[in-house]
Structure formats: structure tokens, C-alpha cells
């Protein structure tokens, strides 16, 4: 039986290079070393292998069967493991190159601006294009390369990394619902509050599960932003009941600011899930976009899952 744990590649690669050369003499000078050490790593792998790989003569070299096996197969194995030094060397160098990103207004201003900061300062040969919006939805056609989207499901057409459930809140101040007796156990007096949401129709019918049951309010928004920082300083202005992703009004609800109306239901059917989107085929920058991708995916799993 082979001991592979005496098993160096080192002796693959003499092995490989007698071939190629033709002569132990000649592969010797390759690796800088003598023929009659040449020779003696020969033997060694032999030994290991328990088999002749070489049948020698006076004038040339010729493989045995199992010789070329090993030849054919120990060529592919340096291959690989020049391919992996290579991939090495290449993740240990600074990336360089340009990525044009797209984030959402919302978590642009309220999450990521302080990590693409330091994103920034940790690769400076990075150029990055960045872009806060709600509406670019075609990655392909507004050559964006990583985009970093709320939605209820990603689209076939990107590869998409899922970090994190986004849960959705009703807020109010303190104030509002003291000046407006809103009622946070009545669900069905919602409708008749002020209703603050982002501009969508989606979020104009709010869907409540508590579990068991599942009810449907139809909302008549008194106010509607795509920039969830004006819609929370408008509920902290006591102007109504606001719709907004959990991680916009945490800090607002731990301070006192807000207030959260029925906690004991899920708001349903909107977008609920964070994912980091980049195009099947990225372009010759694929070392800036995979560190950016890297980078957005260890520090956005951290801060949702703490």
C-alpha cells in the first residue's frame, strides 16, 4: 500500500520535468540541482509508488505504462496548482479596477454610506460610481454591477446573494397618538389615521397576519416619499402613522421617538428580503466587484444579524 504521507509533490514535478526534458541530466539543470540527485528523487518516487516508471537504456528514457499515467495525470496536477498560485497571488493584491454600484435611497443613507466609506479608505484603487436610487431595475441596461436591493424575490436573470429578512413596522410618535387617541389595539381604526409610506401602490393596502388570521386595510396615504429618512422625520414630526423597514426607525423606537403600533403583527405581501445582486458575467473588474460583493456581504450580515 502507497504512503501517501510521504508523498511530496516536489518528486511529481522532477518527474514531469525528465520527461519533458528527455535526459535526468537536462532536467537536473532545470532545477538547479545534480543528476545523481535528480536520479535519486527518481527512485524515491518509484519507492512510493511501489511500481518502475522509467525504463532506462543508453540512449533514451521510455515510460512504463504506469509512468504514463502518472505523467499525464502529474501534468494536471501542476497545472492546478500553478492556476491556484496564480489565484492567490491575485486575491493578495490590491484590487483595482471600477464597479458602479446602486443602492436604495433608504439603506443608502441610513446603512451603507459609513461602510462604502470605509470600503473606500481600505481599497483606494478602487473606483467606485455610485448611485442612490430607487428605480434602477435593469442591472444590464444601466451597466450597474452590484446593486444591493430589497425585494420579495430576485430576479432570474442576476445571481443574487440572499443577507438578510427585512421586517416592516408601523410607527407613530408618542405625541401622535396621544393627540389622536389612536387606538393600538383597534386595527380596524387604522385606516382613519394619517398614513405615511413610500411611493408605491403596493404599500397602499396593508396586509396583516398575527398568525392565526389575516386581515386587508385599504390605506389612503396622507403623505408618500421614496426617501424614507424625509418619511421618518415626518412621523417624528407627529404628522401620522408611517410605514418604514425596521432597521430606519430601531434607533428612533429605542430612543422614545416612536412608537410601535400592533408589534404583534407581520406586515405581509411587500418587499422583505435583502439581497446583493451582481450581472451573471461581470466585466474585466471582477477583482473590485468580488470585493465589493465580499465586503457589502460580511458587513451587511453582521449588522442585520446583531
Not at 525528465?18 to 518509484?46: F, P, R
Not at 442576476?158 to 397618538?177: F, H, M
Request: hydrophobic letters at 40%.
Amino acid at each position: 500500500m502507497i504512503n501517501t504521507s510521504d508523498f511530496d509533490i516536489n518528486l511529481v514535478r522532477i518527474f514531469v520535468s525528465i520527461i519533458d526534458t528527455g535526459t535526468l541530466s537536462a532536467a537536473a539543470k532545470h532545477h538547479g540541482t545534480t543528476k545523481s540527485q535528480v536520479s535519486k528523487n527518481l527512485k524515491k518516487l518509484e519507492s512510493l509508488l511501489q511500481t518502475q516508471l522509467i525504463r532506462r537504456s543508453t540512449r533514451r528514457l521510455e515510460l512504463t505504462q504506469q509512468g504514463e499515467v502518472l505523467y499525464q495525470h502529474g501534468v494536471g496536477m501542476l497545472k492546478e496548482i500553478e492556476a491556484a498560485r496564480q489565484e492567490i497571488q491575485r486575491l493578495g493584491a490590491e484590487p483595482m479596477g471600477s464597479v458602479r454600484l446602486s443602492v436604495p435611497t433608504g439603506l443608502g443613507e441610513l446603512i451603507l454610506q459609513p461602510m462604502l466609506i470605509e470600503f473606500k479608505k481600505k481599497y483606494p484603487q478602487v473606483n467606485l460610481q455610485i448611485m442612490f436610487s430607487n428605480r434602477v431595475n435593469d442591472l444590464i441596461e444601466s451597466q450597474i454591477d452590484v446593486a444591493v436591493r430589497v425585494l420579495s424575490e430576485p430576479p432570474k436573470d442576476y445571481v443574487a446573494k440572499k443577507i438578510s429578512d427585512i421586517a416592516w413596522r408601523l410607527c407613530a410618535s408618542p405625541y401622535y397618538i396621544r393627540k389622536n387617541k389612536a387606538d393600538t389595539e383597534n386595527i380596524e381604526k387604522l385606516a382613519n389615521m394619517d398614513y405615511l409610506c413610500p411611493s408605491n401602490k403596493l404599500y397602499e393596502t396593508l396586509n396583516l397576519s398575527s398568525g392565526k388570521e389575516n386581515l386587508k386595510i385599504k390605506m389612503s396615504p396622507k403623505l408618500q416619499s421614496e426617501n424614507f429618512r424625509f418619511l421618518l422625520e415626518a412621523a417624528k414630526n407627529d404628522l401620522g402613522v408611517v410605514l418604514l423597514p425596521n432597521y430606519v426607525v430601531e434607533q428612533d423606537i429605542v430612543k422614545g421617538n416612536l412608537k410601535v403600533l400592533f408589534p404583534e403583527l407581520s406586515i405581509q405581501s411587500i418587499d422583505t428580503t435583502l439581497y446583493i445582486l451582481t450581472t451573471p458575467k461581470p466585466h474585466l473588474s471582477s477583482a473590485a466587484i468580488k470585493t465589493l460583493t465580499l465586503f457589502l456581504q460580511e458587513q451587511l450580515s453582521f449588522l442585520f444579524r446583531h
